[in-house]
Structure formats: structure tokens, C-alpha cells
Nanobody
């Protein structure tokens, strides 16, 4: 079964940085798109950032300019570099593959979440 192993979450002060990693295994093909999503308590899950096989990226409006998504295809690893973190970034972050852009319902494979907490 395909698996997505996520790591890198934690607690930081506002203005700090974190880098999330997602190692994808068990796939016999390269997914067209991979991305990061998040969900805060009481809120709907939302797309954060995605990247496709051509390196084209998409970002949620509030994180644009602060977050960077990248991938190491040789290592089947997806990264999310989060800079200038804000309290409103606090959420459970999820890695997903096989979808399109920031459309949550289009993704086929999901990993376990990692908690990101940003304090004022």
C-alpha cells in the first residue's frame, strides 16, 4: 500500500520557521501532483501548497510569500518550508499525492498529520 510519512512539525514562536518533510513510498508511478493541506480545530481542511511534475506550484493566498514547496524526486520526498509563521498557521498539516492543484477532493493518497503550533 502506498504510504506517505510526514515529519517536521512542532511548536514555534511567531516569526519562526519550520520545514515539513513527506517521504512517499509504495507507488509504482510518479504522481502528477503532490501537496500540503492543513486543518485547524473547528475549521475546514484547506490546501496550503502544491507542486506538479513540471515544478508548477500553487499556494493558498495567506501563505504566499512565506511558504515554499519543493520536491526531491530522487528521494521521493516533498518539503514545505514555512517562514514567518503566524498564530493563524496553527493546524494539523497533511501531505497528499495524486491530485490536482489545491483541490482537496482530487487527491488519492494521504499521510498522517503533523501538528504545527505557532505562539504569539
Amino acid at each position: 500500500q502506498p504510504q506517505l510519512a510526514v515529519s517536521g512539525g512542532g511548536s514555534v514562536q511567531a516569526g519562526g520557521s519550520l520545514r515539513l518533510s513527506c517521504v512517499i513510498s509504495g507507488l509504482t508511478y510518479r504522481p502528477y501532483c503532490m501537496g500540503w493541506f492543513r486543518q485547524a480545530p473547528g475549521n475546514w481542511r484547506e490546501g496550503v501548497a502544491t507542486v506538479d511534475v513540471d515544478g508548477i506550484t500553487s499556494f493558498e493566498r495567506s501563505v504566499k510569500g512565506r511558504f515554499t514547496i519543493s520536491q526531491d524526486t530522487a528521494k521521493n520526498t516533498l518539503y514545505l518550508q514555512m517562514n514567518d509563521l503566524k498564530p493563524e498557521d496553527t493546524a494539523m498539516y497533511y501531505c497528499a499525492a495524486g491530485g490536482r492543484s489545491l483541490e482537496i477532493e482530487s487527491y488519492t493518497y494521504w499521510g498522517q498529520g503533523t501538528q504545527v503550533t505557532v505562539s504569539s
